[in-house]
């Protein structure tokens, strides 16, 4: 727990997508750090029962707009639905945010998809992206998760809009700044190192003009403890100013 709270209190973030949160994590983390508010619920039951994908966000700066969570299943309605191949439910969780001094507004949407199942992350993909395609089209959307797929996976290209299905275009925040790096693998069981492909993302919406400034995958660790199983990744985005 300490590691992940100083994690998440250096960075200063906005908004943080978390993923595999039970709720006595997620209120550890805000006690320790109070500003932080939050929206998201179980996804066993819509309520509090199993994993959460949260998203915390700095409520100095930010207040909900509009706020949901849907089921990655043929039933995107109903709390616990899984119809996809995947043995355990799977959800996004998303919010509409305002800026409570400009007023400016954005969405997140945060997720966690299938570990097993590659129907299942082509169809929640799919799913993602229509849902992202019908939001209001005015506002920039920021899309994080553990996509449990690599960049040249089928349900990672339909979202980037490389193929002829796809809704929408997202652009990965990470390779806009890092587009050779090699060593990006970020799973690594708490065992540290780089091997493998890079399956958590922060995507954003390639109309929206975003300026990435910064993107990492974070390495921190203390005494060979890591905060999580996978690298934490981040990145700082900007907007050019709005029309009046």
């Known amino acids: 727990k300490d ?20 709720r006595f994590q997620i209120d550890a983390i805000r006690e320790a750090l109070p ?13 509090q029962a199993g994993e959460y994908s949260a998203i915390l966000y700095d409520g100095r700066r930010w ?33 509409r945010f305002a800026d409570v001094k400009s007023g400016r507004e954005l969405y997140v949407f945060n ?10 992350r082509e169809k929640s993909a799919a799913l993602l992206a229509e849902r992202l395609a ?11 998760g553990d996509f449990n797929a ?16 796809s809704p929408i275009r997202l652009v990965d925040t990470f390779r806009v700044l890092h587009p ?25 919406d390639a109309a929206s003009n975003a300026k990435i400034v910064s993107a990492e995958i974070l390495h921190d660790s203390h005494d060979g403890r890591y905060p999580s199983d996978h690298y934490p990744v981040m990145a700082e985005i900007e907007w050019p100013p709005t029309a009046e």
């Open 3 to 22: 590691l992940v709270v100083a994690l998440i209190d250096r960075g200063k973030y906005d908004f943080v997508g978390l993923q595999e949160a039970l």
């Open 35 to 47: 500003y932080f508010q939050e929206i998201g619920v179980g996804r066993d039951d819509g309520k």
């Open 63 to 95: 207040r909900v707009v509009e706020q949901g969570t849907f089921w990655l299943s043929d039933e995107p309605n109903t709390p616990g639905s899984k119809t996809w191949g995947n043995r355990i439910p799977r959800i996004v969780t998303w919010g």
């Open 111 to 120: 997720t966690h998809f299938d570990h097993q199942s590659q129907p299942s």
């Open 134 to 144: 019908h939001r209001d089209p005015v506002l920039p959307a920021v899309v994080t």
């Open 150 to 165: 690599a960049e040249d996976n089928p349900a990672i290209r339909l979202l980037k809009g490389e193929t002829d299905r």
């Open 180 to 204: 050779r790096a090699k060593e990006v693998g970020t799973f690594h069981g708490f065992n540290g190192g780089t091997a493998g492909g890079k399956i958590d993302y922060v995507f954003v």
